[in-house]
């Protein structure tokens, strides 16, 4: 499935810091397809893979989350327009 975490960020610089470090150790199975910025930095919207939204719950708050709070959510990735598959 793909999950969508959908963030109100309060340490843009901490946020994305700790999720370039945390690519690397992505769920098994896991795969990141979008990571965007609003440009002021205040919102952010990563989708990622996984077999769970806990899975990747988990996973972000561990890495990002005293930098943000997040939302996560099952896309609907039949109706979606340009979701990397």
Known sequence: MHVMAVSTVSDDGK???????????????????????????????????????????DFFETHAGAYATTEYFEADAANAVGLPR
């Open 15 to 57: 946020f994305w810091s700790s999720l370039k470090k945390a690519h690397a150790k992505l769920p098994k199975g896991a795969k990141w397809k979008v990571a965007v910025a609003s440009k002021d930095g205040a919102k952010a919207v990563n989708i990622i893979t996984h077999d769970s939204i806990d899975g990747v719950r």
